[in-house]
C-alpha cells in the first residue's frame, strides 16, 4: 500500500483523490479509490489479501468527502490516527468493508475534537499519531468494536495484523474499494535501524519483509497495526511500497497509552 520510485524519498502514507498518478517517492507517508482483483494476491494492501468482511471491526475510514486514511476505534467516542492525517475535522466511517457501496453495516460520525500529538515533527514523523473525539458514541456490535490499548510491545517476530483501502501495487496506483489485509511481523530494532539509518526513533517501529513484495501503501495511513488483538501500530510512513531492505514503518502505540488516557480524561 506505499508507492515505488528509483529516488526514493521519505514520504508518509496519506493519499487525495488527486494522487492516482504518483510522482518519485520521498520520505513517504501511507495517506488516499479503484477496485483490487479478488483472486490475484500480488495486488493486494500490497502482497495480502481482501478482509473477511466486518472481520477488523475496529478499522475506521476517515473521510473528507473521499477516503484519505485509516484510524482505529478505541473506545465508542475515540479513534486514534496518525499526526500526518490531520484535518481540522472528518466524518469517521466505522462498520466499512466496501467503501464504495453502502451495505447496511456503516455509521457515519462527525468528528467533534481532532487532536495531534503536541511533539509531532513533520519532517521526521516523529510522534505521529492523533486522536479525534466523535461528535457522539459509535454503537458497538459485531461490526463495530473498539480494539485494546497495549500494556508491553511485542517481541521481534510476532505475527500481527495491518490493514487499509490503501495502495495495492508497488508500482503505479490501484485503490481497492475493498479493504484489504496483510499478516506480518514486527521486525528487530536492529533491522529497523538498518533499513533507516538515523531515522528510526525510540517511537518508531518496522514490519514487514527485508525481501519486499508485502508492506502497506499510500491511503493506509493512521491504519492499525494489530498483534493479538491488541492495536499495537499505526501506519505511517516508509520508502516506496514492498521495497527490499525497505519495510513499512510504524509508530509504537505502546509510548503513547499515557498521552491517550490523560488527553481523552482532559477533553
Known amino acids: 500500500m506505499r508507492l515505488f520510485s528509483e529516488n526514493y524519498r521519505k514520504e508518509p502514507r496519506r493519499e487525495t483523490r488527486g494522487s492516482k498518478v504518483k510522482t518519485p517517492i520521498s520520505f513517504q507517508t501511507r495517506t488516499f479509490s479503484g477496485i483490487a482483483s479478488s483472486t490475484d494476491d500480488d495486488d493486494k494492501i500490497v502482497g495480502g489479501y481482501t478482509c473477511q468482511a466486518n472481520s477488523v471491526p475496529y478499522q475506521v475510514s476517515l473521510n473528507v468527502g473521499y477516503h484519505i486514511c485509516g484510524g ?41 475534537k481532532v487532536i495531534r500529538h503536541p511533539s509531532y515533527n513533520s519532517r ?38 495491518i490493514s487499509g483501502w490503501g495502495n495495492t501495487l508497488s508500482s503505479g496506483s490501484n485503490y481497492p474499494n475493498l479493504l484489504q489485509c496483510l499478516n506480518a511481523p514486527i521486525l528487530s530494532d536492529s533491522s529497523c535501524r538498518s533499513s533507516y539509518p538515523n531515522q528510526i526513533t525510540s517511537n518508531m517501529f518496522c514490519a514487514g519483509f527485508l525481501e519486499g513484495g508485502k508492506d502497506s501503501c499510500q491511503g493506509d495511513s493512521g491504519g492499525p497495526v494489530a498483534c493479538s488483538g491488541v492495536l499495537q501500530g499505526i501506519v505511517s510512513w516508509g520508502y516506496g511500497c514492498a521495497q527490499r531492505n525497505k519495510p513499512g514503518v510504524y509508530t509504537k502505540v505502546y509510548n503513547y497509552v499515557n498521552w491517550i488516557r490523560q488527553t481523552i480524561a482532559a477533553n
Open 72 to 112: 482505529s476505534l478505541i473506545s465508542n467516542q475515540w479513534v486514534v490516527s496518525a499526526a500526518h492525517c490531520y484535518q481540522s475535522r472528518f466524518q469517521v466511517r466505522l462498520g466499512e468493508h466496501n467503501i464504495a457501496v453502502t451495505e447496511g453495516n456503516e455509521q457515519f460520525i462527525n468528528s467533534a
Open 124 to 161: 521526521t514523523y516523529d510522534n505521529d499519531i492523533l486522536l479525534i473525539k466523535l461528535s457522539s458514541p459509535a454503537s458497538i456490535n459485531s461490526k463495530v468494536s473498539a480494539i485494546s490499548l497495549p500494556a508491553s510491545f511485542p517481541a521481534a517476530g510476532t505475527q500481527c495484523l
